[in-house]
């Protein structure tokens, strides 16, 4: 880590996204092993609204667990976690909040640590999805309009912005946010854990694996990892596999591995076909995930597409998606046609770009291969230290002027 001077260690408070996802768990743990400031992580369940996994405490990194009270208006979700009070007289030196509007006791602690003079950090896009114009298939809704600009606004607000990408960054400065605010860490997962895990599993026999998750002897499986969800738009995936129980000869199977709010009815999709298994949410560091990695050709992602990029490449897959504008910033890390697919058009057209790449076994080699090599760009110290850089400079920075 890039020595700091620091006259002291600062103390921040981190509040984003309302508990610790198991994606998290691995960067919260190596910004406590590096850093020399003292980083408090604040969590407690997820918002019901999502289908975020949490890790389970203990953990190895401050935390405190904190209550949170849900308010629903109309479509939208208002929480308020008990958190301001255990902030405000907790001698912290600023804090790092999510983006996301639903967290009001952010806003709240935003508000307060103007008056206070801390400096208060967004973590975050650095921009906003038009999610709702997605969902309805339109042109931009009257509340993605409205959230896009006072998302704008808060970001001004900031002390500092911590952007996942490099599109980020430059949204934020194109709304005068200066640039010596914004720090892009990128985003990704603990890679050198998954890594640890495929070496693991490399001598694993493949027959085992197959038996285990009921995949038939020479299937070209393709993988799905995340949550089960409307934007996930796994359905696609599922009517592929109903319709082609082989392509070019050799039969395909798929594997679904994750939950969420659509799990039953994706099941009754599937009507009972043979080569579509779910196998439920697996926690990324359970050694059964890195085996379903191990046996796939590609990770499947139909829809809304994030980490998970980063989690089959670690492995040395490639991801393959639908074109359009809705993905999460991840999607930057993915190049098309080098280490994943984005395939343009309707889900006619996915489908048959499904087919083509399972036809062409030169093609899952070479874009296996690119994956692997792409892990390199994505370990998660380069995440920490910028991070961890950034803030130190910016809290110093306040300090100074105070």
Excluded at 45 to 68: D, G
Excluded at 118 to 143: E, H, M
Excluded at 200 to 208: K, L, P, R, S, Y
Excluded at 266 to 289: C, K, T, V, W, Y
């Amino acid at each position: 880590m890039t020595p700091h001077t620091l006259d002291r260690p600062y103390k921040v408070a981190i509040l984003h996204q309302g508990c610790v996802p198991v994606y998290r768990r691995g960067f919260f743990t190596r910004l406590a092993q590096t850093s020399e400031n003292d980083y408090v992580v604040f969590h407690g369940r997820p918002p019901s609204n999502t289908s975020l996994q949490a890790a389970r405490p203990p953990f190895p990194f401050a935390n405190i667990e904190v209550q949170a009270v849900e308010l629903r208006v109309k479509k939208s979700l208002l929480i308020w976690q008990r958190s301001v009070l255990r902030y405000l007289s907790g001698r912290f030196d600023g804090a790092v909040i999510g983006h996301e509007f639903k967290f009001v006791s952010s806003l709240a602690i935003l508000l307060l640590s103007k008056v206070m003079r801390r400096p208060v950090f967004l973590w975050g896009f650095g921009y906003r999805k038009a999610y709702d114009t997605w969902d309805q298939g339109g042109s931009p809704s009257l509340k993605d309009r409205l959230s896009s600009r006072a998302a704008d606004k808060l970001a001004r607000l900031a002390d500092g912005y911590i952007a996942y990408t490099e599109k980020g960054r430059a949204h934020l400065l194109s709304i005068g946010v200066p640039a010596e605010r914004i720090q892009v860490v990128r985003n990704t997962i603990d890679v050198e854990e998954q890594i640890e895990l495929s070496r693991q599993v490399a001598g694993e026999d493949d027959a085992v694996i197959r038996t285990e998750f009921g995949l038939r002897p020479d299937a070209d499986v393709l993988l799905y990892v995340g949550r089960l969800v409307p934007r996930k738009d796994v359905g696609s995936l599922i009517r592929f596999a109903a319709a082609n129980p082989d392509v070019a000869g050799r039969p395909v199977d798929v594997l679904i591995i994750g939950d969420g709010e659509e799990r039953a009815k994706l099941e009754q999709l599937g009507n009972g076909a043979s080569n579509i298994h779910f196998a439920g949410a697996i926690d990324p560091s359970d050694i059964r995930l890195a085996k379903a990695m191990k046996l796939c050709r590609a990770v499947v992602v139909p829809g809304y597409l994030g980490l998970a990029i980063n989690h089959a490449f670690a492995h040395g897959r490639p991801v393959i998606t639908r074109a359009h504008d809705f993905h999460s910033p991840e999607i930057e890390y993915l190049t098309d046609g080098e280490d994943g697919l984005l395939i343009p058009g309707d889900e006619a057209a996915f489908h048959e770009g499904l087919k083509a790449f399972l036809a062409s076994p030169h093609d899952q080699k070479r874009l296996a291969e690119n994956a692997a090599a792409r892990r390199e760009t994505l370990r998660i110290d380069y995440m920490v230290k910028a991070y961890d850089g950034f803030i130190s400079r910016v809290v110093a920075s306040a300090g100074r002027r105070a």
